[in-house]
């Protein structure tokens, strides 16, 4: 790890952080194939059927409920690491990077757009990964473009407005989320 001579901080060489395949779980044979499956079957837009949608991924290893609505568009990084309950809706573009479980209660929705990440890197030391699982309660709706970070708890009946980051837990039946809008003043003076 070398300084520069105008900085007395050091760069951590990304060739050398540790753990890129660390969250696989799966022969790297499993990793490719589900990679072609999750395009035709999850991500696909024109793909408009949830029950087939639920069908691959439980093929692969998630554990889907019954009666979950599952939206075109949406990514699904290692299926084996993602558990909803009965009767949830998952949006479109939902993307779950979840190289860590993440657990969806029954009754739960998550909104359009709205990312999971279950992974993040050692950034003071070495880069490598750190994941963290989430768990969306049962009854809790994420609304649509939110991050949820690993980590997060969101608790039963909670719900998290858009475009809030949620990194920790949240309390049962609360509403969570960036302040509301304001008025900055005029457009024409």
């Known amino acids: 790890m070398e300084k520069s001579k105008t900085s007395p901080h050091r760069v951590i060489p990304l060739a050398e952080a540790p753990g890129e395949h660390a969250a696989w779980d799966r ?46 568009r949406a990514r699904v990084k290692f299926p084996w690491k993602l558990h909803i309950g009965n009767d949830c809706w998952i949006g479109e573009g939902v993307w779950f990077h979840n190289q860590d479980h993440v657990y969806i209660g029954h009754d739960a929705v998550v909104s359009q757009e709205t990312f999971i990440t279950t992974g993040s890197h050692a950034h003071r030391r070495d ?63």
Not at 62 to 67: K, L, Q, R, T, V
Not at 127 to 142: E, Y
């Open 27 to 72: 022969p790297k044979s499993t990793i490719y194939l589900w990679a072609v499956v999750e395009l035709i079957f999850v991500t696909n837009p024109w793909q408009i059927s949830s029950s087939l949608r639920n069908r691959v991924l439980r093929a692969f290893g998630a554990e889907i409920g019954h009666g979950v609505v599952f939206r075109p």
């Open 127 to 189: 880069m490598g990964l750190i994941t963290r699982p989430v768990v969306i309660g049962d009854g809790a709706w994420v609304t649509s473009r939110c991050v949820i970070l690993g980590g997060a708890d969101i608790g039963r009946n909670s719900l998290i407005t858009p475009h809030a980051v949620v990194s920790g837990p949240v309390e049962e039946n609360t509403v969570f989320g960036p302040p509301s809008s304001t008025v900055l003043g005029k457009r024409f003076k």
